[in-house]
Every structure is written in C-alpha cells, then in structure tokens.
C-alpha cells in the first residue's frame, strides 16, 4: 500500500496521508522541473533574440504564452483532476515537456516556437500541480512550500549558470533546450517515489470554495504582488540602459538575484511560523514599494545594484505567507492550490500591462506601475482581513 494510503485522518505534520521523506523529496523536484524556466528564460529567450529567431515583440509574446499556460496548467491538474495516478502523471508530463523543449529546440518560425512554449507550459503546469497538491495537505504548508522554491531557485541557478557558461556558448539556443529535454527524462528516475495516489483532504468541495469573497482576494493580493514583480524584472535590462548601466552588468545583476532568492526562500523557511503573514506581507510590500522608488528615480550602479537584489531577496521570501494567506482564506486548502496559477498569470501580465505605459523609450513609468501593484496587493490584504473579522463577527 502507498504511504499517502496508509493513514487518511493523517500522521502528524499531515492533515491526510503520511507520505515519507523520500515521497515528499519526489514530488517536491517533479514540481521544481515544472518551474525550471522561470530563471532559465532570460537565458534562452535572449539566445533566441540574439540568434536572430525572433523580434523583440516576438519575445514577449513567447515568455507570456509559457507563463500563462503555466498557470493554466496547475489550475486545471489541481482543481479539475483527481490526486489520483500522480506516479503516472508525473512521467507522462514530463515526457511531454521533454518533447516540448526538443521540438522547440528545432522549430522554425515565431509562430511555430510561441506554440511549443505554450505546450511546454501546460505541461510544466502539470508538474507544478503534483508538488502543490502534496503540499496542501501538510499542516505546515508555509515551511514545505519554503523548502519547495529554496529548491527550485537552487536548481534554476544551476543550470543558468552551466547553460550561459557552457551549453549556449557552444550549441547555442537549441542546446539550452535539449538540456532541459535531458533534465526532464533524467527526472523520470525521481518520478518513480512520488506518491501515486494523495489520499483526499477531509474536505472535497472545488470551486465553491474558491468563489468566496475572501479567497478571491487573497488570490488577487498574491496576484498584484506577482505583477509587481514581472513587470520590474521584464523591463530591467532597459531600464539600466536608461540609466547608463550596460547589459552584460545588468544580465550579473540577474544572476546575482536568484542567489538573493534562494537567501529569501531559506530565511522564510526558518522565519515563517514566527511572523504573522500578515505582518510580513505588509512589510515585504513596503520593502518593494521603496526598491520601486529607487528605481524610478535614476539610481546610480550600487544603488541599482541594492534595489534589483532587495527585490530578489523579498520575491520567495514572501511566498510562505502567501500560502498562510491562502489557506486562511478557505479551511479546505482549495485555494492554497491556486496560488501558483495566481502567482504566474502576475508574472505573465504584469509586462504587458507595464507596457503600455512606456513612453518613446523612457522606461521609468515601469517601476511606478509595479509600486501601484504592490499597494494594490496591500491594499487587497487589509480588505480580506476586514472581510476576515466581519465573518467571524456574523
């Protein structure tokens, strides 16, 4: 009998199920290779530019495409699909990604890629879904959720770095995708401890859940946050050359940043059960409001430095009390499974939305845009706590 099975009321630090170590390490990489290309995309995506197979505009069309199917993706696998076969799924999703990555390693034209990346990203949405929904059925979902992006972060730093340094400089665009193509069938090994069926939360009620005005403000705090962040991280290569600092400073800044992630992440993990979410998620948003002022102001390179990894430090730093918040808003922990979708339609949105604001190449409105959204989010919080104490009031 699978672990997850064996105990349905749920053995200590689960509410159902008692998947071992091993499990928990399974499922939590499974969903690591869905989100492998949130720090390899200006890596690829900028080979691609480089190499001349796609415009500008044809880029963005690209990045938003895989991070909008992203979070198709895990909604669908989380809320339409039952925790059930998870083993087969995970190697079914990553074969399909693997095929994904390989087919636009070759393809030919803008339209041919913006579809395999669109393929990719349901697919990667998938294996996002299996971490979530074992990650939703802990009682310390903030800490699991901490360990599951210190490990994501970890793995995108690594394989930036051997593709920028290596693969790319020799094999080109194409090599950093049949590289991901590798990761994914390697993972195939991994697939195999992943629980194969999570045993149902107490709870099974879906959307209902979900369509209540506390949990769609959660979701849409969680949103503009996210927003808030893919709009300055979109637009920080032009940004910097607004303000005199070169692309090659600007790509180490880059890299710099999922170190500061990856420091965010792990000082969350061990933070997280002593700040309220509440508490955090406003002082996180007054952190990112002032590094969005320092931005728009025209900083000078340390400056700019300082700003660009306060804002790394503070992107996963935040996501633990994310997932508080989640679950705060719905005891069934449905909503908890749609913060990834929440957090990636931000990511994906927040450029496009950014601009439009931008003015004959002066690119200062895009910070000031990404502070709105991050009051926007705050903002968003303080309503679903008046919402919180007027429920438990009625």
Not at 180 to 192: E, I, Q, T
Not at 264 to 269: I, K
Not at 353 to 381: C, N, T
Request: aromatic share 8%; net charge negative.
């Amino acid at each position: 009998m699978d672990s997850t099975n064996s105990a349905h009321a749920g053995d200590g630090d689960w509410l159902v199920g008692n998947p071992t170590p091993r499990q928990l390490a399974a499922a939590l990489w499974t969903g690591s290779v869905g989100l492998l290309v949130l720090g390899l995309q200006p890596v690829l995506l900028g080979a691609l530019f480089t190499q001349g197979h796609v415009s500008g505009d044809e880029l963005a069309l690209v990045a938003t495409a895989e991070l909008v199917s992203i979070g198709i993706g895990s909604a669908v696998v989380a809320m339409a699909l039952p925790a059930r076969n998870m083993r087969g799924k995970s190697a079914i999703l990553l074969l399909l990604l693997a095929l994904a990555n390989v087919w636009t390693a070759y393809v030919g034209s803008a339209n041919m890629l913006i579809a395999a990346r669109a393929l990719a990203g349901l697919a990667e949405g998938g294996l996002v879904a299996v971490a979530t929904e074992l990650i939703a059925r802990s009682r310390r979902a903030e800490r699991i959720g901490g360990y599951f992006v210190s490990l994501q972060t970890l793995a995108q730093c690594i394989l930036a770095l051997l593709l920028a340094l290596a693969v790319i400089p020799a094999y080109g665009a194409s090599g950093g995708f049949v590289t991901l193509a590798v990761v994914c069938v390697l993972s195939l090994a991994v697939a195999r401890a992943v629980p194969d069926d999570y045993t149902d939360l107490p709870k099974d009620e879906r959307f209902s859940n979900v369509l209540t005005p506390g949990a769609i403000t959660a979701l849409l705090s969680i949103f503009c946050y996210f927003m808030f962040f893919g709009s300055v991280w979109a637009f920080l290569e032009p940004l910097g050359e607004q303000y005199g600092i070169d692309g090659r400073t600007v790509g180490l800044i880059v890299s710099a940043s999922l170190a500061a992630q990856i420091l965010g992440a792990m000082t969350a993990t061990v933070f997280e059960a002593r700040i309220d979410y509440r508490l955090a998620i406003t002082g996180v948003g007054i952190v990112a409001v002032l590094a969005c002022m320092v931005l728009a102001g025209g900083p000078a390179l340390t400056t700019f430095w300082v700003a660009a990894l306060t804002m790394g430090f503070i992107l996963l730093f935040i996501v633990p009390y994310q997932i508080r918040l989640a679950i705060t808003s719905d005891e069934t922990r449905t909503a908890a499974l749609l913060v990834p979708a929440a957090q990636l339609f931000g990511l994906a949105l927040g450029p496009v939305a950014a601009s439009l604001l931008i003015d004959e190449g002066d690119f200062r409105a895009v910070p000031e845009f990404a502070a709105a959204s991050v009051i926007a989010s705050v903002a968003l919080l303080g309503l679903f706590v008046a919402l919180s104490r007027h429920r438990a009031a009625a």
